[in-house]
C-alpha cells in the first residue's frame, strides 16, 4: 500500500468521468480487530451505494460496487495505524494509505474528495530534532507524519588525546553556560577533555545543522539531559532553536524511542507554525486594507476562475454542498448532499486552486478576522503565468490524463 504520489495527485484532479468515489477507511479505530474493520468498510459502502442510487440505474450501481466490494480489505493493507483511502470511478481504481487519521467516510460526486488529504498535499511542518547523548549526536528530521534519522555525530576521545598529550589534574570542571556556572563531577579522563574538546565538538555539530537548516523556517528542537543542551545553547548559532525541548536523548535505531520523540517534537512544533499562522492572519488583515481579499464563496470562486487568485485560505472541517460551473462562474450551494452530482464547493476550490498552482493555507475560524470557510487573495492583475495556466488547463484534461491513466495501475 502506497502513500498518493504527486503524478497520482494530478490526475485525481483531473479525473471527471462521474460518478467518483472517495472512502475513507480509518484503519486506527479498528486496532487490528478484523470483525470491526469489516463491519466498518461494509457500512462505508454502503453509504457510497445508497447514493449513487438517487442518479444512478441499480445494474450502474453494482457496475461500479462489485470490484471493490471484491476486494478483502484486510489484503490491502498490513498497516493497522492511519486511514485507507479508496477512489473508485468508470475508468479508476486506486488505493492509498496515509499515517494521518481521518473520519470515515464516504463521498460520491463528480469529482474525487481529496480535502481530508490536504495536510498531506501541502508542505509538511517540518522540524529538526538534535539529539545529544554525551559523546554522541544525532540529528533527525520529522514532519506530521514521520521522523528519520538524517546523521550521526560522535567524539573519538583517543585521537584527542594524542593530539593534546596532557593529562589531567583532577576530575572536577567548570563550564560556562548561558552566563551560569556549572559544576559537572565525573571521571578524571572525561572531565579534563570536557570542555575543550566538547566545545569544539559541539562548534562542529553546529556547523553542520546550520548546513542541514540554512535559512528555512523550520524549528530546530534539542533532545538530551539538560547538562548536554544547555551546554549546546550556549554555542548554537542557528535562529531556528526553539526554547522548548525534549528531556531524554533518541535511541537511534530504536523505532519506539524515535515514535515517543516524534510525538514530543510535534508538540514543540506547533507553536512555531502557530505563530506562522499568526501571520497568516495578518495578510488577511493587510489584503482587506488594500482591496485584494476576496470573502466568501462566490468572490473566491470569480477570483480562481479569472486566475487572479495567489493564495487561497480555507476551513477543512466545514463542508458547502452544490456545483459549481467554473466557465461562468455561477455555482448552486446547500448545507446538504442532495444527490451523487452534488460536491463540497471548498473541495472543489482546492482542487482548482492545486491545478492554477495557487497557495493554500488552512485556517480556522478567528475571532481577529472576518472569517468566511472560503477566502482568496489576489493580485491586482492577473499574472502573465496565471494566464497561461488558465488557457492550458483544458489540453491539460486531455493529454495528462490519457498519460496517467496508462501510468498508474
Not at 528555512?216 to 549546546?232: F, K, M, N, Q
Amino acid at each position: 500500500m502506497r502513500e498518493l504520489k504527486t503524478e497520482e495527485l494530478q490526475f485525481l484532479l483531473l479525473e471527471d468521468t462521474a460518478p467518483c468515489l472517495s472512502i475513507y477507511i480509518p484503519l486506527s479505530q479498528s486496532l487490528g480487530d478484523e470483525e470491526e474493520l469489516i463491519s466498518c468498510t461494509k457500512n462505508l459502502f454502503i453509504n457510497a451505494e445508497t447514493m449513487l442510487k438517487k442518479n444512478y440505474q441499480a445494474r450502474f450501481v453494482e457496475k461500479i460496487m462489485n470490484p471493490i466490494k471484491s476486494k478483502k480489505i484486510t489484503q490491502l493493507t498490513e498497516q493497522n495505524r492511519g486511514t485507507l483511502i479508496l477512489f473508485k470511478s468508470p475508468s479508476f481504481e486506486g488505493y492509498y494509505h496515509t499515517p494521518k487519521e481521518v473520519a470515515g467516510n464516504s463521498f460520491v460526486a463528480d469529482s474525487f474528495h481529496i480535502k481530508p488529504l490536504l495536510e498531506d498535499l501541502l508542505p509538511q511542518e517540518d522540524f529538526f530534532v538534535l539529539s545529544l547523548n554525551g559523546d554522541k549526536s544525532e540529528l533527525f528530521h520529522g514532519d506530521n507524519r514521520s521522523m528519520k534519522h538524517i546523521e550521526s555525530f560522535s567524539l573519538n576521545y583517543e585521537k584527542s588525546y594524542e593530539k593534546l598529550s596532557i593529562l589531567p589534574e583532577n576530575g572536577m570542571r567548570i563550564y560556562h553556560s548561558l552566563g551560569k556556572l556549572i559544576s559537572i563531577a565525573g571521571s578524571k579522563f572525561k572531565d579534563f577533555f570536557g570542555e575543550p574538546l566538547k566545545r569544539n565538538f559541539y562548534d562542529s555539530i553546529n556547523t553542520r545543522v546550520r548546513k542541514f537548516l540554512g535559512n528555512r523556517p523550520v524549528p530546530l528542537i534539542l533532545a538530551g539531559a539538560l547538562t548536554d543542551t544547555e551546554r549546546y545553547r550556549y554555542i548554537n548559532s542557528s535562529h531556528q532553536l526553539r526554547r522548548g525541548q525534549l528531556k531524554n536523548a533518541i535511541i537511534a535505531g530504536n523505532q519506539n524511542s524515535i515514535d515517543f520523540a516524534h510525538a514530543g517534537a510535534r508538540i514543540i512544533a506547533r507553536s512555531f507554525y502557530k505563530n506562522q499562522k499568526l501571520k497568516a492572519i495578518s495578510k488577511i488583515k493587510k489584503a482587506e486594507k488594500n482591496g485584494t481579499l476576496r470573502v466568501g464563496l462566490a468572490a473566491s470562486i470569480e477570483a480562481l476562475r479569472k486566475c487572479q487568485a495567489h493564495t487561497l485560505f480555507v476551513n477543512r472541517d466545514e463542508f458547502l454542498w452544490g456545483r459549481i460551473d467554473w466557465k461562468s462562474g455561477h455555482h448552486t450551494s446547500h448545507p446538504y448532499q442532495l444527490n451523487a452530482h452534488d460536491d463540497d464547493l471548498i473541495d472543489d476550490c482546492i482542487e482548482r486552486a492545486l491545478l492554477n498552482g495557487v497557495k493554500i493555507i488552512p485556517i480556522e475560524k478567528s475571532p481577529l478576522i472576518f472569517w468566511e470557510p472560503v477566502m482568496a487573495i489576489c493580485s491586482k492583475e492577473a499574472s502573465p503565468l496565471s494566464k497561461v495556466q488558465a488557457v492550458s488547463l483544458s489540453l491539460l484534461e486531455k493529454t495528462n490524463t490519457i498519460a496517467l491513466r496508462h501510468q498508474i495501475t
